[in-house]
């Protein structure tokens, strides 16, 4: 199990799809975090509502380590 995951790296790190994966993988996790947030809230970013529940309060930069590579990510704080 070891040598696959180290031949995945290496496959990961050497090949041209590398920032393809990793630009991907960020994507999805930044709208995934979006819709959360969204369905938390009650409305959209900047979108006026009264059946709105809580406001967000900006972002916290963090950096995701996976094995396609670091992803940063700006994940939505709420109060």
Same mark, same amino acid.
């Given at each position: ?29 930044? /709208?995934?975090?979006?819709? =959360? ?5 009650? !409305? &959209? ?7 709105? *529940?809580?406001? /967000?309060?900006?972002?916290? =930069? ?5 094995? !396609? &590579? ?7 704080? *709420?109060?």
């Amino acid at each position: 199990m070891t040598e696959d995951r180290i031949a995945l790296q290496e496959l990961i790190g050497k090949s041209a799809d590398a920032d393809f994966l990793r630009e991907m993988v960020g994507f999805a996790a930044q /709208r995934l975090m979006e819709l =959360e947030v969204e369905s938390l809230c009650g !409305a &959209g970013y900047g979108e006026r509502s009264d059946e709105r *529940l809580t406001k /967000r309060n900006g972002y916290r =930069e963090r950096t995701w380590e996976t094995r !396609a &590579g670091a992803i940063d990510l700006r994940i939505p704080k *709420l109060p």
